[in-house]
């Protein structure tokens, strides 16, 4: 077990009873589920990458989901550019995920700011069929950003496996 049950961050005893509070708590699970996954390493671990050719790393992973937590301000009408990705690389958010410290902080602080500013811009909204920045309905881009969470989650537990054997949760 990587946690035990009584003291998973990701449960709570709130009863969730509408479609907003089900959306946000798949939301906050699987970004709680991300960091789980990346507890306890140092930097070399969490640059480690996963099997040539790929450059996937939890590192890449956490800057990675910044980016697309970044893209709640595109909706919001920000002039808000790539963190990492420029025309010159695209992968940047991979390629710069390097067993640096410095590098490490930073991907998490940037994680959780760009986190911040997505959860106050939902709660911005009454109405999840609200059609910000004239893209889909909120509930819509929210289950899409559950979706990516989930998928990345999943090479998450591949990572850490890979790095220490501890799997699961």
Not at 29 to 45: I, S, V, W, Y
Request: negative net charge.
């Amino acid at each position: 077990m990587w946690v035990d049950p009584d003291d998973d961050p990701r449960e709570s005893d709130a009863v969730t009873t509408d479609e907003r509070g089900a959306l946000l708590d798949g939301l906050r699970h699987f970004r709680l589920t991300l960091e789980m996954k990346c507890a306890g390493l140092d930097p070399e671990q969490m640059a480690r990458r996963s099997v040539p050719p790929s450059t996937m790393s939890l590192l890449g992973l956490v800057r990675h989901m910044a980016e697309d937590e970044r893209h709640f301000r595109r909706l919001a009408g920000e002039d808000s550019p790539r963190i990492y990705r420029t025309a010159e690389d695209r992968d940047a958010d991979w390629n710069g995920a390097v067993a640096d410290p410095a590098v490490v902080e930073e991907a998490w602080r940037r994680w959780r700011s760009e986190i911040e500013l997505t959860d106050r811009f939902v709660a911005g909204f009454a109405d999840l069929g609200a059609r910000p920045g004239g893209e889909g309905q909120l509930r819509e881009i929210l289950m899409m950003q559950i979706s990516e969470y989930a998928r990345h989650c999943g090479h998450a537990d591949l990572l850490r496996e890979r790095i220490d054997g501890r799997v699961g949760q």
